[in-house]
C-alpha cells in the first residue's frame, strides 16, 4: 500500500463505507496510514471494505452500525477503541435519499431522509465528542454535506432540508466543541458517480421524474463530469490530518463548478 503517512497512527471511523464515497475515502485515509473503522447497516459490505485495505497493507475492522441509535453509535465507537486504542477523527458520512415530487411528500418520507442525514450526523458529532473529551485528545469530525444543502432541489427536497441540516449542524457543532479543541468541518459534493446514483435514477424514473437524473445534473458541471469517489479522497485526507487544525465549521465544495456563489 503506497503512503506517503500524513495521518499515520490516527484512528478515523468513517460511517457508510461500505461502498460509495466512504470506502474510497476509507481506503484512501488508510493508504495514508490511518486505522479504519468501516461502519455502516450492511456489515457484509464493510467486512469487504475492511479486507481490502488489509489485504493491502493497512489496518481496518468492520462494525454495523445504525447511525440514528445512539446506542449503536457509541457502540461502534467503543470497538474501535478497543482495537486501536482511541479515535482521532469522525466522518458522518453516511446518508440517504428517497426521491419524490414535492407536492407528493410524505411526513414519513421527511422523517426517514431527516433522521438519516440530520439526527445521524448530530448523534455522530455527539458521541464522538464524549470520546474525544474522554480521551483528553483534540479531535475531529468531518461531515458529508452536499450541493443539495446550499441549493433545493425539487424532487430532492427532504433531502435538500436534511443537507442543509447538517450545514447548520457543522456550525453549531464548531461553536460548541472549540473549547475542548475539537473541529468540526465537512465536504458538500455534487454528482458522484456511486451505486447510490444508480438508485436515484431508478427512483426519479419511477415518479417520472427521470429527466431529473443523474445525466441531467452532471451536464450542469463546468468541469464537464461527473465526480469519482477518488476525487473526494484528497479532501477527505486534508481534513484528517493536522493540515487542518486550524479550520473549523467550514464545508468545502467538491462539485467541478457545479454551483458557483
Known sequence: MTSNNRLSGKTIVVTGSASGI?????????????????????????????????????????????????????????????????????????????????????PENFSLVMKVNALGTLIGTQE??????????????????????????????????????????????????AEHNITVNGFAPGVVETPLWDKLDADLEAIGEGDAGFDSMAGDIILGRAAQPSDIVPTAIFLASSDSDYITG????????????
Open 128 to 177: 464522538a465528542a464524549n470520546q474525544f473529551i474522554k480521551q483528553g485528545t483534540p479531535g475531529k469530525v468531518v461531515n458529508t454535506a452536499s450541493i443539495a444543502g446550499r441549493q433545493g432541489f425539487p424532487s430532492f427536497a427532504p433531502y435538500s432540508a436534511a443537507k442543509s441540516a447538517v450545514i447548520s449542524l457543522t456550525q453549531s457543532g464548531a461553536r460548541a466543541l
Open 250 to 261: 467550514q464545508i468545502i465544495p467538491i462539485e467541478g463548478g457545479m454551483i458557483l456563489v
Open 22 to 106: 466512504g470506502a474510497g475515502i476509507a481506503e484512501g485515509m488508510a493508504a495514508e496510514g490511518a486505522n479504519l473503522v468501516i461502519a455502516d447497516l450492511n456489515l457484509d459490505g464493510a467486512a469487504a471494505v475492511a479486507e481490502k485495505i488489509v489485504a493491502s497493507g493497512g489496518r481496518a475492522i468492520a462494525v454495523r452500525v445504525d447511525v440514528t441509535e445512539k446506542t449503536e453509535v457509541a457502540a461502534g465507537i467503543a470497538s474501535a477503541v478497543e482495537e486501536f486504542g482511541r479515535i482521532d477523527v469522525y466522518f458522518n458520512n453516511a446518508g440517504m435519499n428517497s426521491p419524490m415530487k414535492y407536492l407528493d411528500i410524505t
